[in-house]
């Protein structure tokens, strides 16, 4: 079950540009790390109030996931991110919906604890979607 939505992720060239750009806005690095499987680094900036946050995801090298998209001048919007319950039965229930998987088994993401696998909604938005799941310490998953 989708429990939330977790974060928006933004693919950039320039995290410190958009860091910056961010920070001025009012948000704050809550979080940083690496998504080895993808090639990625990613920043996860938050709202001082709370509530999700922006992922900022830049490419660690050219075989990085976003690399390509990049290279075609599309920064900006990259995914949608929410958080679930049970990944492997939020894929399993959008396989069944249609959506097509980018992952057919979830990856280590950016943050401790946190599992992750894209699905991609071709109709009608052609989006990118990320499931999160957040497996904490002293929790069987």
Do not use: N
Request: hydrophobic content about 40%; some cysteine; charged content about 25%.
């Amino acid at each position: 079950m989708i429990i939330g939505l977790d974060h928006v992720g933004v693919a950039t060239a320039d995290p410190a540009g958009a860091g910056s750009l961010l920070a001025l806005l009012g948000l704050s690095m809550e979080d940083r790390g690496e998504a080895a499987d993808y090639g990625v680094d990613c920043e996860f900036w938050t709202p001082t109030k709370g509530g999700p946050s922006v992922e900022l995801v830049s490419p660690r090298d050219e075989q990085a996931a976003v690399s390509g998209r990049l290279a075609r001048k599309e920064q900006g919007l990259y995914h949608v991110a929410f958080e679930v319950d049970h990944l492997e039965g939020e894929l399993d229930r959008l396989r069944r919906e249609g959506f097509v998987l980018v992952d057919q088994e979830p990856r280590a993401g950016a943050r401790h604890g946190m599992r992750v696998a894209f699905v991609y909604a071709r109709r009608p938005a052609a989006l990118l979607i990320e499931l999160v799941e957040y497996r904490r310490s002293g929790v069987p998953s």
